[in-house]
Nanobody, 127 residues
Framework: QVQLVESGGGLVQAGGSLRLSCAASGRTFRSYGMGWFRQAPGKEREFVAAISRSGGITYYADSVKGRFTVSRDNAKNTVYLQMNSLKPEDTAVYYC????????????????????WGQGTQVTVSS
């Protein structure tokens, strides 16, 4: 099992940046594909970004492509989401998720495939 704790959320003006972190417990972090999702008020949770076990493969939702960057440091058991050029529509609770994967280059996009979730961190972008 793995436990996930997000941090780095907050209030930022439109056009600003934030960096979210997700710290994972356990010694098998490098065996997990990782993902970021978000849920805005009154909306369903949606995919944001995913990264493979090695960090070599990433995938993004169209809405954040070119503005957000997902990365990971397996030595620190941490995955990051760098968010630039933030917009009010990026306001949401952001969750990280983990799923053990067999293949090094696989990215997991569907939230139904993720077994482990963090508690979420609030990101609010003011206009």
């Amino acid at each position: 099992q793995v436990q996930l704790v997000e941090s780095g959320g907050g209030l930022v003006q439109a056009g600003g940046s934030l960096r979210l972190s997700c710290a994972a417990s356990g010694r098998t972090f490098r065996s997990y594909g990782m993902g970021w999702f978000r849920q805005a008020p009154g909306k369903e949770r949606e995919f944001v970004a995913a990264i493979s076990r090695s960090g070599g493969i990433t995938y993004y939702a169209d809405s954040v492509k070119g503005r957000f960057t997902v990365s990971r440091d397996n030595a620190k058991n941490t995955v990051y989401l760098q968010m630039n050029s933030l917009k009010p529509e990026d306001t949401a609770v952001y969750y990280c998720a983990a799923e053990p994967v067999e293949y090094t280059y696989r990215v997991v996009i569907r939230q139904e495939e993720y077994d482990y979730w963090g508690q979420g961190t609030q990101v609010t972008v003011s206009s």
